[in-house]
Every structure is written in structure tokens, then in C-alpha cells.
């Protein structure tokens, strides 16, 4: 089983963005807005929106594979192997897609490895005008210990007064 490790994000980001077939109109929008501030970290994004993004907006864009072709499941690689920092993902909740357990999947990594992961744009804005956004930030991921603390029963308010 995994231990608690302490993860170090360095004021250089490295920012993994996703978008739906539907949302990728979105996505391209709020990166538009945001490109000033985007143009200092590193940027990674799944083969389509990643060519959009680049052709579009003259960003130099690491891509990973389609979303259908293991995408999703590369940028939890890539999280895992702590080479990705956060993660903008603006889904389409209002339609099913193929690959839904590949995002399930991404989704659980990033909440083992303690990634935030903003799927609309509100989310997305708080995050890239956060103040964290320039500084070194030290997060610990999930391990055995949360899992144990589940099974150990915590004393009601009676019972710490008995003590």
C-alpha cells in the first residue's frame, strides 16, 4: 500500500487542459483570456485540443493522445509520475461518451495524488488567479493512513468528557 508522500509544485506549473468534443469552444475561450498568465507555465492537453490550442493561440502545447486513444489515462500517468500539477478539464456532463471510465480513472488519480481539477470555468478562474499559482506549493497525497483513520472510531463529545 502507498504511504503519504509530500509533493512539491514549483512556481513554474505544469498544466494539464481537457476538453469534451462540446466544451473544447470553452476551453479555447477561457485560454484565450487566460494567456498571459498560462504563458509561464508548461502546458500539456490530449491530441485534439491540444492542436486547436496551439494552432489557435500560438502556445507551445505538450500533447498527449486523444481522449478515446488513452489520453486521459496518459495524463494520469502522468500525475502519478508527478509531471503534472493541475488539471482544467471542462467535461460535458450532459452527454455519454465511450471513454467515461478513463475519466473516473483520471478523476480517482487526481484525488489520490491531492491534484486540483477545475471542470468549469468558475473553478478554473479561482484556480489560475490564485496566489499559490507563483509560488513553490507542498501537498501530501492519499496513502494507507487515510484508509486506516476510516476504520478508527472518533470519540462522540461525552466521551472525551469521560476521559
Known amino acids: 500500500m502507498l504511504s503519504r508522500r509530500l509533493l512539491l509544485m514549483n512556481p513554474r506549473k ?3 487542459l481537457i476538453a469534451h468534443d462540446n466544451r473544447r469552444h470553452d476551453l479555447l475561450d477561457w485560454v484565450r483570456c487566460n494567456r498571459g498568465g498560462l504563458m509561464h507555465h508548461d502546458l500539456f ?6 492542436s ?3 494552432a489557435e493561440l500560438s502556445l507551445d502545447i505538450t500533447r498527449f493522445a486523444s481522449e478515446p486513444f488513452g489520453g486521459d489515462q496518459q495524463v494520469g ?3 502519478v509520475e508527478e509531471r503534472i500539477d493541475f488539471v482544467v478539464f471542462f467535461s460535458d456532463p450532459l452527454e455519454p461518451h465511450p471513454h467515461d471510465m478513463d ?3 483520471l478523476q480517482r488519480i487526481a484525488l489520490v495524488y491531492n ?3 477545475a471542470c468549469n470555468r468558475a473553478t478554473a478562474d479561482f484556480i489560475i488567479s490564485s496566489p499559490l499559482m507563483k509560488e513553490e506549493y507542498r ?3 492519499m496513502g494507507i ?3 486506516v483513520v476510516r476504520w478508527i472510531p472518533t470519540a462522540t463529545a461525552a466521551e472525551r468528557e469521560l476521559r
Open 52 to 54: 486547436i490550442l496551439s
Open 45 to 50: 492537453a490530449n491530441g485534439t485540443t491540444g
Open 115 to 117: 491534484i486540483p481539477v
Open 14 to 16: 505544469r498544466i494539464a
Open 139 to 141: 501537498h501530501l497525497t
Open 103 to 105: 475519466v473516473k480513472s
Open 77 to 79: 500517468a502522468a500525475i
Open 145 to 147: 493512513e487515510d484508509l
